[in-house]
């Protein structure tokens, strides 16, 4: 079992910027990939950014990308998602996950194990 802890999240202007941190605990080493994925009222989850625990290699959804970094602390097991830029748009619930498989897309939400409780992040205009 991986247990997921989430933090950061919270309110900003547009133009803002937060860092969210998502920490792992438990068996860490079967995972694989980590990822981030947002929620917004009315709307469907979507995947924001992953990255792959073996080699770092990172994906992001082209809504974020030049404004989101994703990266990892393998020490602390830890993953971060800076977020620069922020616009209302980027307003939702913001899960952490975690995956023990490999391969299939990185946005594919059937891919991850295990999910975090969410941190809300509000971007006000």
């Known amino acids: 079992q991986v247990q997921l802890v989430e933090s950061g999240g919270g309110s900003v202007q547009a133009g803002g910027s937060l860092r969210l941190s998502c920490a792992a605990f438990?068996?860490?080493?079967?995972?694989?990939?980590m990822g981030w994925f947002r929620q917004a009222p009315g709307k469907e989850r979507e995947g924001v950014a992953a990255?792959?625990?073996?080699?770092?290699?990172?994906y992001y959804a082209d809504s974020v990308k030049g404004r989101f970094t994703i990266s990892q602390d393998n020490a602390k097991n830890t993953v971060y998602l800076q977020m620069n830029s922020l616009k209302p748009e980027d307003t939702a619930m913001y899960y952490c996950?975690?995956?023990?498989?490999?391969?299939?897309?990185?946005?594919?939400?059937?891919?991850?194990?295990?999910w975090g409780q969410g941190t809300q992040v509000t971007v006000s205009s």
């Open positions: 996950a975690a995956g023990q498989a490999y391969s299939g897309y990185w946005y594919w939400e059937s891919r991850y194990n295990y």
């Open positions: 438990g068996y860490t080493y079967s995972i694989e990939r």
């Open positions: 990255i792959y625990t073996d080699g770092g290699s990172t």
